[in-house]
């Protein structure tokens, strides 16, 4: 027999015997801690959450701001009652100032005339025709 040739060494195989069975019985009962303590952790985080919701709720802090609120909203819808065309025309420049500067100053000048347009021939449909008579007396003169 020659010396270059590699002899194959036999493998030992360990057998499952009850120290790696126990091993990981041991194994999956701290897992199953470690979720049951994550469980109580978050449940009592949970608690404590809610607790501090209902504190805060309770608290003379949120009932003056949710008073002012309150008051800050009547105060403005009773501007908006002896002010109508203010409040209207004040809402109508949001609403054109939101459409100049999202799609365009020309296309929303395109949407507002398609919007009087629709406006006129509903008008003249209902048997009003306060548009037209608008832009007849505007491009006509006062007669």
Known sequence: MSKDKKVPQPSIEQPLDEFSSA???R???????????AKDSASKAWAAAGDAARAAASSEDLQNAV???KGLG?????????????VFYGFVGLVLAVLILTIGLWDT???????CVGAMIGQIRDGD???VNFF???IGGRH
């Open 109 to 115: 000048i395109v949407i507002a005339v398609f919007v």
């Open 129 to 131: 025709n306060g548009i």
């Open 74 to 86: 009547a105060t403005a819808w009773k501007y908006a009652g002896s002010h109508p065309y203010t």
């Open 67 to 69: 008073g002012f609120i």
């Open 136 to 138: 007849s007396r505007l």
């Open 27 to 37: 194994a999956d009962a701290a897992e199953a801690s470690g979720a049951s303590r």
């Open 23 to 25: 091993e990981g019985a």
